[in-house]
């Protein structure tokens, strides 16, 4: 399938109905299920996952938020916390785990590295997950703390609540492109250009 | 709408010519084996755990190859989170190395920030004040306990008990709020530099720490009482994934693991810094090498570590209004008003920033005593203000090594909790 | 500061072996020839005076200057003692970085020297499995700590990011696994292909 938007750009595909009053009372239903339910595929790598644990802990609990139940199993997550640095060698990995997880998914990259490659700009890392998986929602921080997290959580939830199912092109499945990417070649190297000061941090190289 | 069609490839090698999963002939031991005379009773199964797993403790891959429910071989693959940060070490300064090893063992931030500023110290000839040693013996203590509740916490998990996880973690926000007040941060500290440290203790901090060393012991008795004579905690802990002194040594173990087997080294005895040997504590010893005794050497190092912060706030209160900071202006930045005012104080100012400390031609190393076990910077100098060569010696890196040899012919849950009670951290062994 | 009283027992015992020592920040550091390193490395160990019975570290330092050769490094323990002690040898980068392995004096090398090869490129013979740990079987930018190895790599990040997501992330056994087993052999030829092309699959 790869990244193929219409004609007209995205979201401008119109379903033959066009919105009433029941079809945003059944939007509002099962956002506000799909919002205060959500079932996080925890992939925690490093420093992010500690924060990320004491998120679910006693004093921060996002199981107020409806993330009661941490899916370690993707099949049966809603959304795909990546908290921590992914290095290429575990990229594959996270395509797979995105892959299997069943539409409606959405995803949050946790911290700055998840985000952007934070401060490891080297030959192992990523920089940012959304050259490979599509990301809903960026959590900055390093590692953000449980309170920024549980604010990242909630404006997914209002990212949700603004869904509807007569959107056509909102539960895509963005599969790889035949060049085995999910962004074009140029988009990943323009996104990953070192910026500033990223390989030697004085002036004193 | 569109359709989705996705090709997974299957998990095992392939399907032989009658559409059945062909195994991979495996068993180093076992006699000749032929795939085509196989019956379910023979065949070795091959199970994948990770990268992605609840109970991996980060992101570690073990394959493991299965007779029925016993363990032939484990084998782990790591990497999966390689950061290059010794690469990084090398476009660095110094001090801008310190926050690169608040990442590394993120669960002991501190204690791996004043490891790198001894051995930036050490490299560079320079001692630090009285003052600063005993808060950075607070620091590394403060992390070893932070470090050893989230070990309990998650082999607990991991073992079956959910329970203590949430008492010891609200004991570790009790640490995280002093470790905030301190540094500014929870968990990425970087609270050391060069011939002192980043601040001072903020007022309030020896009352909070105080109260924590009066309170936290309760907790820990609790979770003792949880577990030290909970028959199902024994039965899946005592004479499992046991390794003999001995091979313990030789497997280059430190820290809990080797101490569990009744190995007597621990750095901050064998070779003390910080003035360690001015302070009363002891160090458990284990006896039988099992995940049981490892649990009890840690545990106990906890009731301990409160004992050296004790100690250590007394002195702290001898201490007060003492500089935390040498005196050298080559390697601490002045105050910013005299900077802002004073010819000498700003070009110094400047040549810090700018250009960086640099270190004398040579080389250091370090070992402290982590949590974890022997945490070793190396650090060799050109004369530059970047290091040529910035070496983490990892401890669990070392101690991960060893869990082929703990897991031969034990069931596949111990295999979880083997490597649960090597107490591994994948930033650290990965680096 | 002194040495450490190792380095004369050294030169007593091994005479020319012994090719220099130093002492920098109170660390004894000494320099041997690189063929006779693990017979000093089992006399260090064995030897009722030096009981050098703990490994605590092996890696290898580069040096910007590129007329330096590179240099593996031993650090060594004894805990009965309560002594340490640096080893190192000096290979040239022009020829062959090959050093012998000490596995079978200490078994924690065995990862140790696994990075070693890594990121430097040093083989160890005598090494029972010796392929890279930290970095994936088939990865092709070089040896990373090397100092002619820039930080971001030399491929640009999407080839990078191309070569990661065309990987295996199911491959089971490495070559050098299945070789050690003696089952190679015996795998259908589909399958040796697959494997051939090592954990990372091939690069499409």
């Not at chain 2, 609200?170 to 470790?179: I, S, T, V």
């Not at chain 2, 002195?315 to 002045?334: F, S, Y």
Request: hydrophobic share 40%.
């Amino acid at each position: 399938m790869g990244l193929t938007l219409p004609e007209g750009g995205a979201g401008t595909e119109v379903s033959a109905m066009s919105p009433n009053w029941v079809t945003t009372r059944l939007d509002s239903l099962s956002n506000w299920a799909r919002s205060n339910s959500l079932w996080s595929m925890p992939f925690g790598t490093a420093c992010c996952a500690i924060e990320f644990m004491a998120s679910a802990a006693s004093r921060f609990d996002i199981a107020r938020f409806g993330m009661e139940r941490m899916s370690f199993s993707p099949r049966q997550a809603d959304v795909l916390i990546c908290a921590g640095r992914l290095p290429f060698k575990l990229a594959p990995v996270i395509r797979k785990i995105w892959d299997q997880m069943p539409q409606p998914k959405w995803s949050i990259s946790m911290g700055a590295c998840a985000s952007s490659g934070g401060i490891f700009d080297t030959y192992t890392m990523v920089q940012g997950i959304d050259t490979i998986i599509p990301v809903d929602v960026y959590v900055p921080g390093c590692p953000p703390r449980p309170e920024g997290l549980i604010y990242g959580i909630r404006l997914l939830q209002k990212k949700i609540q603004g869904e509807s199912f007569l959107d056509a092109d909102l539960r895509q499945e963005h599969l790889l492109g035949p060049d085995g990417l999910f962004l074009p070649a140029r988009k990943i190297d323009e996104v990953s250009e070192p910026f500033g000061n990223s390989v030697h941090q004085t002036r004193s190289a | 709408m569109s359709t989705r069609t996705l090709e997974m490839s299957l998990s095992t090698p392939g399907l032989d010519a009658q559409g059945q999963p062909s195994r991979v002939p495996l068993g180093v031991r076992l006699p000749e084996h032929r795939a085509d005379q196989d019956d379910m009773g023979s065949e070795h199964m091959l199970i994948n755990i990770g990268p992605q797993h609840p109970a991996t403790h980060g992101v570690l891959r073990l394959v493991v190859e299965l007779d029925g429910e016993t363990v032939v071989r484990v084998v782990p693959h790591i990497g999966y989170l390689h950061s290059g940060f010794e690469k990084l070490g090398e476009y660095r300064h110094y001090n801008q190395i310190v926050p690169l090893t608040d990442r590394t063992d993120y669960l002991s931030p501190m204690a791996n920030n004043v490891c790198l500023a001894l051995a930036a110290e050490k490299l560079m000839g320079i001692e630090t004040t009285e003052r600063c040693t005993v808060l950075r013996v607070v620091a590394c203590e403060i992390s070893r306990i932070i470090s050893h509740l989230v070990w309990l916490g998650t082999t607990g998990i991991d073992l079956g008990a959910f329970t203590p996880f949430l008492w010891l973690f609200y004991q570790r926000e009790r640490l995280y709020n002093l470790q905030e007040s301190w540094t500014g941060a929870r968990l990425t500290t970087s609270m050391a530099r060069i011939g002192g440290l980043m601040a001072d203790i903020p007022e309030g901090f020896e009352a909070g720490l105080r109260d924590f060393c009066r309170t936290f012991p309760k907790t820990l008795n609790e979770t003792d009482s949880m577990f030290t004579r909970n028959a199902i905690w024994c039965g899946r802990t005592q004479g499992v994934g046991v390794i003999s002194g001995p091979d313990a040594i030789n497997y280059s173990l430190s820290g809990p693991m080797l101490r569990a087997s009744g190995v007597d080294y621990d750095v901050r005895k064998d070779r003390p810094y910080l003035g360690y040997d001015s302070y009363d504590f002891d160090v458990p010893i284990g006896e039988h090498g099992d995940i049981y005794d490892r649990y009890r050497v840690r545990l106990e190092e906890m009731y301990q570590s409160v004992r050296i912060l004790e100690q250590a706030l007394d002195r702290l209160e001898k201490l007060k209004g003492a500089p935390i900071n040498v005196a050298d202006p080559r390697v601490i930045l002045p105050p910013k008003s005299r900077a802002m005012s004073d010819m000498e104080a700003m070009i110094y100012h400047f040549k810090q920033v700018m250009e960086g400390v640099k270190a004398p031609v040579g080389e250091a190393y370090l070992g402290v005593e982590n949590p974890k076990g022997e945490l070793g910077y190396y650090f060799v100098s050109d004369g530059t203000a970047k290091p040529v060569r910035w070496r983490i010696r990892p401890p669990s890196f070392i101690n991960l090594a060893c869990l082929p040899k703990l897991c031969e012919g034990v069931l596949l849950s111990d295999v979880i909790a083997i490597n649960a009670s090597i107490d591994i951290v994948m930033g650290e062994i990965d680096r | 500061m002194a040495a450490s009283p190792s380095v004369a027992a050294l030169q007593a015992r091994f005479a020319d072996a012994i090719l220099r020592h130093e002492v920098s920040c109170g660390d004894t550091i000494v320099y041997v020839t690189p063929a006779r390193v693990h017979e000093i490395l089992a006399w260090l160990r064995d030897d009722a005076g030096q009981l050098f019975d703990y490994l605590t570290d092996i890696t290898a330092v580069e040096y910007r200057d590129m007329e330096r050769p590179l240099e593996v490094v031993w650090q060594l323990r004894s805990l009965s003692r309560k002594a340490d002690l640096r080893l190192k040898v000096e290979l040239d980068t022009a020829a062959p970085l090959v050093i012998d392995s000490v596995f079978d004096l200490w078994k924690g090398a065995d990862w140790l020297e696994r990075e070693v090869f890594d990121m430097f490129g040093v083989s160890f013979t005598g090494h029972p499995d010796l392929r890279r740990i930290l970095m994936w079987e088939t990865y092709s930018e070089g040896f990373p700590l090397r100092k002619d190895f820039p930080l971001r790599g030399h491929f640009s990040r999407a080839e990078q990011t191309r070569q990661a997501l065309n990987a295996n992330p199911e491959a089971n056994y490495s070559l050098e696994e299945l070789s050690i087993a003696e089952a190679y052999s015996e795998l259908p030829a589909d399958m040796k292909e697959r494997l051939n092309q090592g954990e990372r699959g091939g690069v499409k």
